[in-house]
């Protein structure tokens, strides 16, 4: 669970990274593309090479320490670790930390390849500290160095000193570092029981890591030609990396002496370690143009060249990382599948700003300059029609990034086309080509992300969206040629068809037209309606297309046969006959298992666990989760047992308890005693009145069932209500005909109450379904009807009698309870307008079961919310608003009279 929140927060602090840092990365874009493209590549194939040099630092320290590892492998970690430094700011801590888990899992020692990472910083600072020597020593011969450039200095070598003598203190004084550990252990638990975690690391956890510190210091020691190779590779790649920065001078075409040279490189890497911010993030680029300056290069040239590296040796890498770090081993598999997903709603929101960059770029004028470029060899009207090619691609792609959000793979196919298309646009309206090459980069992320992109549309809305589509720029084409024909009163021209036609066009392929004057209100109104009209027809044919699937409801004969030969054989609980029920749609397994659900709008629904051999459990909840998410439906299963809460994490699943089922075990059941003197006294005075509680066994005579349906119509007049569905049975008459029904008959053999019988296949139980009396009976005539219910269960062997769920009741009754579960114990403890939860408790509550609990399983919080709705919808009907709303007025108009 820790390392499933800490994934998201990495994720949300690329999200934030993006949006908030935006600017900057478009200026890097942008310098860039200013440059010789010679050197630039040459300076790309030489940042590779610092990376790759770097990694070998890494590699080199851990054989060092005898940790097995290799290039390869570590590389990605590397990047990995540059992005966690930035949204993760630990003064390069939790980038050190990746290494460290990295290495533990792969069966390595976690102490020891901390010893290394110790190791790569020492390394690499002291590899750093010769060339900022020689960086110092220009400024200070060029009277340019300053009290901060010092300072930072000094802090750098003190860290490096500081590292040393850590390494110094387990070769050295073993014991002493076994003191340090300890004191660091108590500290930590002690932080830990502020949020109940007192033993976040173990009691041998000092001892164990001061041993094999002490062993890795050993061994470095013992090893000086490892040790001596580290610190080569070190100054390699730092000599790489200056190197880069030289061909990035010459790509913009000035070529820099030494002196300035190492100077700007010195202070450029100093500020990235030591820096307030992450990874220098805006220090960096506001010193280093400020040392180069000084030093006599031109202040363009400093900056642009500074902006430039940074762009290669940080930004690029940097988002490089965040794409590798969903492969790292520090993250289960089940993490990574939750990272690549994060990267789809990265590109989603992406494609969102990418649209309102269109937008914007639309409706504002192109460079003079390059407009003359482009004017000279493409025609007036293809510049004016890539305006319009814009606006409506920013446009479609803001309705787009909706879809995919939600993976659609309709959506991903269109998106790729518009941006495409945005590409094409930016560059004929005015040679706009850093909106191009954004809207291109884009378009190369979402293609390697395809596979991600499978949820379906429905195909019907599909053919209905493509109708609305072309219907929408007819429809808007018509609306203006015919408004402009018979309103030219309105506007300073009078118009006849083709130049009304021709007017329409204009407005569409620029935006506006200088020579269309509206002399009235309503003519400023009609010339703005042309853009609204196009704009909401369009919209709406973007979102039919990319719609969730609607699927019909109920389920064929063979499907509805075969769910009802699984529920026969593995059966076992109270809900498993209302399974097999009409409004049940069904999905069937490889394995044999069925789950039965509603789906409505984005939400899929399931009653209870799947049904089926317990082995397929697994591979049931992760195939239906995987079939939903192709249907663009959101996952959930309502009233599950406690049985597979663990499969349910383990695919990703949060649960809620939303209530406990009753059930009575008959071997123990019996109306004697003290405590069950009220039920027997009412069950004997019923007998002596001549009440008699009669089992009609199926089928049911047509007589029988009619006054059956009676006193069930009477109730629900009573109830100011109408039959729920979903997880409960209805009135329905081949129901109700085919299972046995107890009912009461009075003195004068009318039926007065009755409740149907539901057994449950593989499970020795037997339960209540509908449970129904008219509005005036004889006080205690459900007392009586239970107490015989359970007396005619107990003879005729079952063992055990399930009166249902009683919702709500002992949820959120602890403190520690999660705050979902005691919103809902304030709802079962104070809102009973709508249903009497706690009055139905009490009631099954007189007859002593024990309570088993249930549970709402869900995806995310986004998605209880729509599953509550599809719940509410599958068991009330679609118009339930209406129908509560009418009940409440029918309960309030008693109280107004």
Known sequence: MTRRWLLWLLLIGFAWLTVARFTEIKNLADTLAQGQWQWILAAVLLQILYYLLYTAVYQSAFVTVDVRSRVRDLLPVTFASIFVNVVAPSGGASGTALFVDDAARRGQSAARAAVGTILVLIADFSAFTLILLVGLTVLFLDHNLTFYEVAASLILMASTVSLTGTL???????????????????????????????????????????????????????????????????????????????????????????????????????????????????????????????????????????????????????????????????????????????????????????????????????????????????????????????????????????????HKHTAWLLTLVVLVISVISHLLKGLDFEEAILAAGLAIWLFALGSHFQALSDTPSIRKGARLLAAALAFTLIYGTIGFYMLDRHFSVNFDFGSALQQTIVMFTEFYDPGLQPVTGFGRYFAASIYIVGAVTLGYALFVVIRPVVRPQGASSQERSRAEAIVQAYGHSALARMALFEDKSYWFSPGGSVVAFAAKGRAAVTLGDPIGPPKDAVAAIAGFKAYCARHDWQTAFFQTLPDYLNHYRAAGFDFVQIGNEGVIDLADYTISGKRNKSLRSNYNRFIKSGYRAEVHLPPLPTELLEELREVSDEWLTMMHGREKRFSLGWFDDDYIRSGPVMAIHTPDDDISAFTNMVTEYKLNEVSTDLMRRRAKVESGTMDFLFVSFCEWAKAQGYASLNLGLSALSGVGEQPDDPQIERALHYVYEHINQFYNFKGLHEFKEKFHPHWEPRYFVFENPTGLLAAAVVLTRASSGDDFVWQYAKELLKKKQPEAE
């Open 168 to 406: 110094l203190l387990g070769l050295w004084h073993p014991e002493r570092l076994r003191q340090l550990l300890s004191h660091i252990q108590r500290v930590v638990n002690r932080a830990g029981s502020w949020f109940r975690r007192p033993s976040l690391l173990n009691r041998d956890w000092s001892d164990k890591n001061a041993a094999e510190f002490t062993e890795a210091a050993q061994a470095m020691a013992t090893r000086p030609v490892h040790l001596a190779r580290t610190l080569a590779v070190a100054l390699a790649a730092q000599l790489v990396n200056l190197a880069s920065l030289y061909v990035l001078f010459l790509a913009f075409q000035y070529p820099i002496t030494f002196g300035p040279l190492v100077a700007g490189y010195s202070m450029a890497i100093l500020f990235l370690i030591v820096s307030p911010t992450p990874m220098g993030v805006g220090v960096v680029e506001g010193v280093t143009p400020l040392v180069l300056i000084s030093l006599g290069v031109p202040a363009a040239i400093a900056t642009v060249v500074v902006l430039a590296f940074r762009g290669l040796s940080f930004w690029l890498p940097m988002f490089i990382g965040f794409i590798l770090l969903q492969r790292l081993k520090s993250f289960s598999p089940a993490e990574q599948v939750q990272a690549r997903s994060w990267n789809v709603r990265v590109v989603a929101i992406l494609t969102a700003i990418m649209g309102v960059i269109n937008i914007l770029s639309a409706v504002t004028p192109s460079l003079a300059t390059r407009m003359a470029m482009i004017t000279h060899y493409s025609p007036l009207l293809v510049v004016r029609g890539s305006h319009l090619t814009a606006a409506l691609a920013g446009f479609a792609l803001l309705v787009l990034a909706v879809g995919l959000w939600r």
